[in-house]
C-alpha cells in the first residue's frame, strides 16, 4: 500500500542552524509529494509541493526536492528561525482524487 | 482567499453523547475530508466525500458517520461518543484534479474535542 514515513521528532535546533527533515515514500505509480506545516493551535498549510520526479518546491526558505530513485522527498531550510517551530508532515496522494496520506509529522523546535 | 471553517475549536462532551462536527468551504470545492490527528499517529483519514451525498470510508471509520447534504458543508457525526473517540479532528476540502495536476488540500483550524 501507500505509506510515509518520517524522521520521529522532537528535532530541536539554534536560530539560523541547518534543518534536515527526512521523508520517504512507498507508492505505487507516481504520486505528488507535499509538505505541510502546523503551527501551534493552528490546522495544517501547505508549504511546498512537486508533482514529479526531480521538481523541487519551495516555499518560505524550505526545499525538498522529489527523488524517485531513492523515494524520497527531504524537507531542508539552510538558517532556521524561531518562527519555524512548528509540526511539519510529509505526504503523498496518489494520480487521481485519491486522498492524502500523511507521515506521523516531526515536531521542530528553535531557540533564540 | 481559501477558506475552511469548523463550527468549533473546544469541545466537551460526555460518553454516549452525539456529536456533531461541521465543517464548512467556501471555495466551491468537490472534495471534502475528516482526519483525526493523535500524538505520535499523525494524520488518520476517517471518512471523505467526492459529491453531494456520496461518502467514502478512510482508514478508521468505525464509530463515526458523514452527512453531505450541499457542496459546501461536510459533517462529522460520531453517534454514541467514547473517550477513545478525544482527538483534534481536522477537516479539509479540494478540488477534483484535472489530468495529473495535483490540487492542494486546505484544512480548517481543527476541533479540539474532550470526551469525558
Known amino acids: 500500500g501507500n505509506s510515509v514515513t518520517q524522521m520521529e521528532g522532537p528535532v530541536t535546533l539554534s536560530e539560523e542552524a541547518f534543518l534536515t527533515i527526512n521523508c520517504t515514500y512507498t507508492a505505487t505509480g507516481y504520486p505528488s509529494l507535499f509538505w505541510y506545516v502546523q503551527y501551534p493551535g493552528e490546522g495544517l498549510q501547505l508549504l511546498l509541493k512537486a508533482t514529479k520526479a526531480d521538481d523541487k518546491g519551495s516555499n518560505k526558505g524550505f526545499e525538498a526536492t522529489y527523488r524517485k530513485e531513492t523515494t524520497s522527498f527531504h524537507l531542508e531550510k539552510g538558517s532556521v528561525q524561531v518562527s519555524d517551530s512548528a509540526v511539519y508532515f510529509c505526504a503523498l496522494r496518489r494520480s487521481g482524487n485519491t486522498p492524502l496520506v500523511f507521515g506521523k509529522g516531526t515536531r521542530l523546535s528553535v531557540i533564540a | ?116
Open chain 2, 1 to 116: 482567499d481559501v477558506k475552511v471553517t469548523q463550527s468549533s475549536r473546544y469541545l466537551v462532551k460526555r460518553t454516549g453523547e452525539k456529536v456533531f462536527l461541521e465543517c464548512v468551504q467556501d471555495m466551491d470545492h468537490e472534495n471534502m475530508f475528516w482526519y483525526r490527528q493523535d500524538p505520535g499517529l499523525g494524520l488518520r483519514l476517517i471518512y471523505f466525500s467526492y459529491d453531494v451525498k456520496m461518502k467514502e470510508k478512510g482508514d478508521i471509520p468505525e464509530g463515526y458517520s458523514v452527512s453531505r447534504e450541499k457542496k459546501e458543508r461536510f459533517s462529522l457525526i460520531l453517534e454514541s461518543a467514547s473517550t477513545n473517540q478525544t482527538s483534534m479532528y481536522l477537516c479539509a476540502s479540494s478540488n477534483t484534479l484535472v489530468g495529473r495536476s495535483s490540487k492542494t488540500q486546505y484544512f480548517g483550524p481543527g476541533t479540539r474535542l474532550l470526551v469525558l
